[in-house]
């Protein structure tokens, strides 16, 4: 099972154009963040809970001394020493460890689960980060663009053929796309502070990102069945375990118990008898056996671990119910955002070719800058498009790993 969890957290690091990257930040994310080193703790506590296990009731030691010292035959008894040991019933120190294990591995669990979340949460927001960084070069391109209309238009104007307006408009075009890629930039560095937290560092370190990414010709085939070896599910199996662990430790702890001791008593001579046993200490080994005639605790027990695995049942079934459904979306969103990206290509081919066209005619010597805008914005507006298709593909891509890998 711990083979399976760390190969499936390996192969979930894993993206398609920038593995390297983002596979080292989710090692550096697991190594560092606060919350899966106090689930590690808790897992080395349960470990160690298992050593508890391993205890024997405390051992009675009395001793008595006679007021009155009753009369024997061979003398006055002075005091009494006893020393006792009870044990448990065979097999049950076996069983106390065994369902101290069984928790143990539950808790190991945890630390898997906790690992594919964080390893999801670095992902998105990695993704997100890159998405704003692409969209401030589209930015900048499109910046530069409308620089060279506007070079255009001053040298139209100049001839008589653009009015100083169209100037005027391409200027507070310029300006508006600034001002979007400033409001990035403050978008980013936000995401950036989330990010080094995932991490747990300073919030100011400089998050490196790729550039360019792009949706593969065909998707990965996704085995439903992978299900069963996420985590969230494996945990109740390690469950239902740990109650059944419970329930034979049940068993052996309703059995009786038994008991050794011994009981030593020094006895004074009779100064006004001689004979061979005259103030002769007495030993007395003992054998105690303890019987839970009165059982209802234990049946009670049984019921509950009963029940107990009843829950567990109906827990994994409603878990995994939600989690199949959470594939469906997943699937079905990342195939959406393929849809969008095909035809947000297209569009921007063609509005690529009307700049062309408006750019010939400019060479003609006619040219309409309100067209140029238009074109420009419809531009803009199909690469900021591409780019959330690509950033929503591949946060699904990170939630479909998560899920069955």
Do not use: C, H
Not at 199 to 221: A, G, H, K, Q, Y
């Amino acid at each position: 099972m711990r083979y399976v969890i760390v190969i499936g957290i390996a192969f979930f690091a894993l993206a398609k154009t920038n593995a390297q990257d983002l596979t080292t930040y989710i090692q550096e994310a697991e190594k560092n963040n606060p919350e899966i080193q106090a689930f590690e703790l808790r897992y080395n506590i349960a470990e160690e809970k298992v050593n508890e296990a391993n205890w024997l009731p405390n051992t009675l030691v009395g001793a008595g001394y006679f007021v009155s010292e009753p009369e024997t035959r061979t003398g006055a008894q002075r005091a009494r020493f006893s020393v006792s040991q009870m044990l448990p019933w065979f097999g049950t120190i076996t069983a106390r460890e065994n369902y101290a294990s069984s928790m143990a591995e539950t808790q190991y669990v945890d630390i898997a689960i906790a690992k594919r979340k964080l390893a999801l949460a670095v992902s998105q927001s990695y993704y997100e980060l890159y998405a704003i960084r692409a969209k401030q070069l589209v930015l900048d391109k499109n910046i530069e663009l409308l620089e060279t209309y506007e070079r255009l238009a001053l040298t139209s104007v100049e001839v008589g053929k653009a009015s100083a307006v169209d100037v005027l408009r391409l200027q507070i075009r310029q300006n508006e796309l600034v001002q979007q890629k400033e409001v990035l930039e403050q978008d980013y560095l936000a995401e950036q502070v989330k990010f080094n937290n995932l991490l747990n560092r300073d919030e100011d370190i400089t998050v490196s990102v790729v550039e360019d990414m792009f949706i593969p010709d065909e998707d990965e085939l996704i085995l439903s069945e992978n299900l069963q070896l996420n985590p969230e599910l494996i945990k109740y199996d390690k469950l239902y375990e740990s109650v059944e662990q419970s329930e034979l430790l049940n068993q052996k702890e309703s059995a009786p118990s038994i008991g050794f001791g011994l009981d030593y008593v020094p006895v004074s001579e009779r100064p006004d008898l001689s004979f061979s046993d005259n103030g002769k200490d007495i030993v007395m080994p003992m054998v105690t056996l303890s019987i839970p005639i009165f059982n209802n605790k234990y049946k009670s027990v049984t019921k509950q671990n009963e029940l107990k695995q009843l829950q567990i049942q109906s827990q994994k079934a409603d878990r995994l119910n939600k989690l199949e459904t959470l594939l469906a979306d997943a699937q079905y969103n990342r195939e959406t955002t393929r849809i969008k990206f095909n035809i947000q290509s297209d569009n921007l081919k063609q509005a690529n070719d009307a700049e062309e066209i408006l750019i010939k005619n400019y060479e003609t010597g006619t040219i309409d800058f309100n067209d140029v805008l238009d074109v420009q914005e419809l531009q803009l507006k199909f690469q900021i498009n591409l780019i959330e298709s690509i950033k929503g593909y591949y946060i699904q891509y990170a939630l479909i790993n998560y899920l069955t890998q």
